[in-house]
């Protein structure tokens, strides 16, 4: 059993009490969460760095993928898109790399001030030279690594079992499988015949997890890659599966995430994020997106955003930065910044619905005071990203309005039909 839930036995840990307090929640809340296995705290103990809390009650997290390829290997950038992301209000990141020195540059990712995640399975293909030339101990030796290296969370797509393959051929999708993990040991299982051993060997995988208090993130192998597969029979199996494993791994003592749901229309959001949840016991859920049309390449992170606010209406907890790069490169530094934030405002967004409306307007009054006063600095002081903000606004000189609107500014005017005078603020501003 990890450390934190064997402390929750005698009483509410440190860690909890000083997540309650980032999150503005009772220690009393975050802890029975925990003990219910709805909130997770990714945090290996061979590495020292600010924690978060992921999950039920507790404000939406943001990941930000990051890692090498074999066509743009670049460590040294790889970091600084890392570096970029939690400037920009990442809470966690994960590193994927699958070129190069991988695990220097995992060491590197892991210097940093966040919980990591990886995938192990990416280097043991790597190494192994092929999927189909993967064997069980190098998997497991790999995933050992990563957690000796102090990695928190692995995504780990234990899911993905012969029964899925079986689905995939009675139940065809256009595209069978988009996830690199999932089709890995699709890959893996079609050459040998024999059961994904993640799956098979799942009580062992636990065993390791659990001496290195890692958090396992049950991986979404078989989610869908377009919103035309989504009805698919796949997806579903997968779910199924990951229900049962997400309670074995808890009841071993194993804090876990589930991912999902991949490309979703959007009137299905709620429902496949209520059915994950359902299936889990209200694990914490983490998604890509969800992607809610295909239709839109070099703005997917705008179309992960809306997917990922919805979701957070129906209960998604975590959500994973879409990048204006996805399905077409690997991304550059500021692509990522750009993913970031839309991933961070759709975030925000799912707080408002976590947070009732009385959060919501304490949040948002300061926003519409500071545009009644057309108090600039207010303004930049009160936005998610003041800078960016101040950026454009200056562009065509520091205005006393917008340069939009001008001496029409309908503010300006309705102020000036009321006779509602200066504050002391903008006397002391000489502003209008």
């Known amino acids: 059993m990890h450390s934190l839930l064997k402390e929750c036995q005698t009483g509410i840990p440190k860690a909890i009490r000083q997540c309650a307090k980032e999150e503005g929640l009772a220690p009393e809340r975050l802890f029975r969460a925990v003990v219910l296995g709805r909130v997770t ?34 460590p040294d950038l790889e970091v600084e ?38 995938v192990p399975i990416y280097e043991a293909v790597r190494r192994a030279g092929s999927a189909a030339d993967l064997d069980t101990d190098l998997l497991f030796r790999v995933i050992r690594e990563h957690c000796t290296d102090g990695v928190d969370f692995l995504t780990l797509h234990c899911g993905v079992n012969l029964e899925a393959v079986e689905v995939l051929k009675s139940d065809p999708r256009i595209l069978p499988v988009v996830s690199r993990g999932g089709a890995f040991h699709v890959a893996w299982m079609l050459a040998s015949g024999e059961e994904n051993p993640l799956y098979a060997e799942f009580d062992y995988l636990l065993e390791i997890l659990d001496e290195h208090e890692v958090v396992i993130s049950l991986g979404d192998g078989m989610r869908p890659g377009s919103v035309c597969d989504a009805e698919r029979m796949a997806k579903t199996t997968e779910y199924l ?76 907890d975590f959500l994973c930065m879409v990048s204006p790069s996805e399905h077409l490169a690997l991304p550059r530094t500021e692509e990522i910044v750009e993913g970031t934030r839309a991933a961070k405002i759709a975030a925000y967004i799912g ?51 917008c340069s939009m609107c001008g001496e029409l500014c309908a503010i300006r005017i309705i102020r000036e039909s009321f006779g509602i005078k200066k504050t002391d603020r903008e006397r002391g501003a000489g502003r209008d």
């Not at 992301?85 to 940093?112: C, F, H, Q, V």
Request: aromatic residues 6%; charged residues 25%; glycine residues 12%.
């Open 81 to 118: 898109k890392a570096k970029a992301a939690l400037d920009n209000g990442a809470d966690t990141l994960m590193d994927l790399s699958s070129a190069g020195d991988i695990p220097e540059t995992r060491r590197r990712i892991l210097a940093m001030d966040a919980p990591v995640g990886t």
């Open 351 to 401: 707080d408002t619905v976590r947070r009732g409306h009385e959060w919501q307007m304490g949040q948002e009054t300061g926003m519409a005071e500071a545009r009644r006063d057309l108090d600039w600095e207010r303004q930049f002081g009160e936005a998610i990203y003041g800078g960016h903000a101040r950026e454009i606004h200056e562009r065509d000189g520091v205005l006393e309005t």
């Open 41 to 74: 705290i990714p945090a290996n103990p061979l590495r020292r760095h600010r924690t978060c809390a992921i999950g039920e009650g507790c404000r939406v997290k943001v990941n930000v993928n990051v890692g090498t390829s074999a066509e743009r290997c670049n």
């Open 241 to 316: 599966t990951l229900g049962k494993l997400s309670k074995r791994a808890f009841s071993y003592g194993i804090q876990r995430f589930i991912e999902g749901p991949g490309h979703i229309p959007f009137d299905q959001v709620g429902h496949n994020v209520r059915m994950i949840k359902e299936l889990t016991d209200g694990a914490p859920l983490y998604l890509l997106g969800p992607l809610v049309t295909d239709r839109a390449p070099g703005y997917d992170h705008i179309v992960g955003a809306i997917g990922g606010a919805i979701a957070c209406l129906h209960g998604a």
